[in-house]
Structure formats: structure tokens, C-alpha cells
Antibody, heavy 120, light 107 residues
């Protein structure tokens, strides 16, 4: 069974940094692209970014709203995904989900999410 | 960026009703569209991929159709477990984008 568990969320001041982690199990993590998606309270889903697999050079893609502030990395030896967040803004306050990308490129497996609150 | 517009934003229905949600894209997606269900406090769940393919384990009362710029999600006979918010998502080009969501409420 696929299992994705996010961690690392919490309260951070505007301008601060935070690193989220996503621990994966139950599937061949290294073969799969992985995404981050976020959701502000009472709002819809917003795609944050993607990291491809080694065969595709670990290429990353980002939403314009986070590009140059956030970066995604992965450690296939640990089946772990990371979201490095810098220069955080109050608008970044949201639940952050990691998601596994299927061969069809839809998002079939999701973690439970971790809450990031950016506030002074 | 490709804009995804869902309608309606809220839908009131009764158990047993046939429910249809529409998603329109600002550019052609071919069939690179997915539908997700989300319940309060939970992660989204994939229902339909490639516009009309049913994800494993999803009840057959859910179906998807459409191509290019217009898509629909249909629930043939609404069950109590189906009251939730539904999102479409395009994955034909970056950035991936979601529709604004359709909340299905009890009438």
C-alpha cells in the first residue's frame, strides 16, 4: 500500500524559511515524479511544483507564485521528497500535500498534509 | 497558463440524484484532465484520469467524459458518501492548474 507522510510544518515569521519532508513507502519511489500541492484554509487546490525522476535528470517545475523562493529536491536512497521554502509570505500559509505522479501524470496518491502558517 | 473553470460552484442534491459537474479549459487539453474528490480535512482522492478512465477502486457510479476544452464528471446515483468538493485538474502543460471546485451539498 502506498503511504506518503509529510512533516516539517509549523509557524514561521514572514521572510523566514522552512523545509518540508515527505516520506514515501509502498511503491518504487525512485521511478516516480513527485509533486507538492497546497491549499489555503477554505480555498481550492494550488499546484506548487514537481520534481521528475533520475531518468529525467531530476528536472523541476514550479508555479510562478513560488518560483525563485521554493525549491524541490529528493533523496531516492531515503524515499524522501523535500520542499525548501525561503522568503515566506503570509500568502504561503496553507496545508501542503505531497503527491505521487502516475505514469499517466495524474496524482493518484497523496499524503495527509502538513500545515504551514506564516505570521508575525 | 491554462485557466480551468468549473460550474456550478455549489450544487444541492439528494441521495439518488444524477449529478453533473462541468469543467472548461481556456486551451485544448486533448484528454489530459483528472477529477478529484475532497472531503473536509482530508487529502484529495483521484477519481478519473485521462478524462474518462476510472481510477482503481472508485465506484462505477462515477464517470468522466469530454475532450479538448469541455469536460464533465457525472455521478449516476448520488450516495451519502459522495457529499464532498470536486476539482478538475489539467496536466497537459505547466503550470498544472485546478478548477475552483464544486461543492456538492445535501438538499
Amino acid at each position: 500500500e502506498v503511504h506518503l507522510v509529510e512533516s516539517g510544518g509549523g509557524l514561521v515569521q514572514p521572510g523566514g524559511s522552512l523545509r518540508l519532508s515527505c516520506a514515501a513507502s509502498g511503491f518504487s519511489f525512485s521511478d516516480h515524479y513527485m509533486d507538492w500541492v497546497r491549499q489555503a484554509a477554505g480555498k481550492g487546490l494550488e499546484w506548487v511544483g514537481r520534481i521528475k525522476n533520475k531518468a529525467n535528470s531530476y528536472t523541476t517545475e514550479y508555479a510562478a507564485s513560488v518560483k525563485d523562493r521554493f525549491s524541490i529536491s529528493r533523496d531516492d536512497s531515503k524515499s524522501s521528497l523535500y520542499l525548501h521554502m525561503n522568503s515566506l509570505k503570509t500568502d504561503d500559509t496553507a496545508v501542503y500535500y505531497c503527491a505521487g505522479v502516475t505514469k499517466d501524470f495524474s496524482l493518484a496518491d497523496w499524503g495527509q498534509g502538513t500545515l504551514v502558517t506564516v505570521s508575525s | 497558463d491554462i485557466q480551468m473553470t468549473q460550474s456550478p460552484s455549489t450544487l444541492s442534491a439528494s441521495v439518488g440524484d444524477r449529478v453533473t459537474i462541468t469543467c472548461r479549459a481556456s486551451q485544448s487539453l486533448s484528454t489530459w484532465l483528472a477529477w478529484y474528490q475532497q472531503k473536509p480535512g482530508k487529502a484529495p482522492k483521484l477519481l478519473i484520469y485521462k478524462a474518462s478512465s476510472l481510477q482503481s477502486g472508485v465506484p462505477a457510479r462515477f464517470s468522466g467524459s469530454g475532450s479538448e476544452t469541455e469536460f464533465t464528471l457525472t455521478i449516476s446515483s448520488l450516495q451519502s458518501d459522495d457529499f464532498a468538493t470536486y476539482y478538475c485538474q489539467q496536466y497537459t502543460s505547466y503550470p498544472l492548474t485546478f478548477g475552483g471546485g464544486t461543492k456538492v451539498e445535501i438538499k
